[in-house]
């Protein structure tokens, strides 16, 4: 069965360094979320991608994060500098097209992120 | 923001008990879906109950929808300890993300 792949899972950095997580979706899938968890907290989503292009991205902190898609399949979420509230488990999730109310989102295992 | 809100937070049972979770979310939805995480690890979806529908059932998960009260239900018939998750409501409204909630942390043991 396919499956949403994120690297790396675990990711320790210190405050003020940079970080990138990677996220390859299920082949075929056009649409691709990006979302941080707090410890306790239900998944936020940070920025969705139609293809290559940044269709929501209205709850990305733009002063530190990025993220692109730029051949419109994998993708890549940077933060720089990290700060150490950015701490949590960042989720890729991807599906079949953004257009669908119904479309079921899967995901990936998740990058946990620890800032010291 | 966080539309909807989980209840209870945590919730223990024995094996082979039914466990019960409530959803409650604030604006009007066109489809409410249930997620499961185990620890660690990503969330998987369980199911979608659209605004028109009133029950769903999938397997031993039994989901309802009232609109009128804003609220929705997931059963677990005779859980297992595999069942041991924290399960998730997320709203969704035409034109906007999918919404979670905290989530309810179910712990069955046996």
């Known amino acids: 069965e396919a499956e949403v792949a994120q690297s790396p899972r675990y990711k320790i950095t210190e405050k003020s360094q940079a970080v990138a997580f990677w996220c390859d979706p299920i082949s075929g899938h056009a649409t691709l979320y990006w979302y941080r968890q707090i410890l306790g907290q239900g998944p936020e989503l940070l920025v969705q991608f139609q293809d290559e292009s940044v269709v929501d991205d209205s709850q990305l902190p733009k002063d530190r994060f990025s993220a692109e898609r730029l051949k419109g399949v994998d993708s890549t979420l940077k933060i720089q500098p990290a700060e150490l509230g950015d701490s949590a488990m960042y989720l890729c999730?991807?599906?079949?097209?953004?257009?669908?109310?119904?479309?079921?989102?899967?995901f990936g295992p998740g990058t946990r992120l620890t800032v010291l | 923001s966080q539309q909807g809100e989980e209840d209870p937070q945590a919730l223990s049972i024995q094996e082979g008990e039914n466990a019960t979770m409530n959803c409650s979310y604030k604006t009007s939805i066109n489809n409410l879906q249930w997620y499961r995480q185990n620890s660690g690890r990503g969330l998987v979806h369980l199911i979608l109950i659209r605004s028109n529908e009133r029950e769903k059932h999938s397997g031993r998960l039994r989901v309802t929808l009232d609109t009128s009260k804003k609220s929705s239900s997931l059963l677990i018939t005779a859980s297992r300890a595999a069942d041991t998750a924290s399960y998730f409501c997320a709203t969704k409204q035409a034109g906007t993300a999918l919404i979670f909630g905290k989530g309810t942390t179910l712990s069955v043991s046996s």
């Open positions: 999730a991807s599906s079949h097209r953004s257009s669908g109310l119904v479309d079921t989102q899967y």
